[in-house]
């Protein structure tokens, strides 16, 4: 794997970050929020690009890898956030207008997922929607 392949598969890795940020930001991570990232990375995420992880999967999975990985391990939702935020302001180039538009529609999918959006969940993408537009 080169070192544009790994840049994608953490690429992914921090999107699972972010997508948990999304779903635990009220602490409970709900099976409806998990069952409707695993739809939209199956539906939408598989197609985006080739990019393999070193085991030959699409790198894609690797977001729900990590987004199950961190429910398990159970972290701060912010702290997944900043992380997400820090690789962003790194790798801006990686984000074109279509990447983002489907990280919007992901995250808004998960946050709808379970009655609606509530409060944490509606200031988390806003958090997004601002480093987005900067």
Known sequence: M???DNIAVTF???????FYAIAASDKIVRKSEYES??????????AVDDITDE?????????EIVFDWMDYETPNAATCFKEFQNFYEEHKSR???????LIWETANAI????????KSELMMLGRLKLIFEN
């Open 95 to 101: 984000f074109n207008t279509e990447i983002k538009t």
């Open 37 to 46: 990232l695993k739809q939209i990375v199956k539906s939408k995420w598989l």
């Open 55 to 63: 085991f030959g999967v699409d790198a894609a999975f690797q977001i």
């Open 2 to 4: 080169n070192t544009t």
């Open 111 to 118: 946050a709808g997922a379970f009655s609606g959006k509530n």
């Open 12 to 18: 992914y890795q921090n999107l699972g970050k972010l």
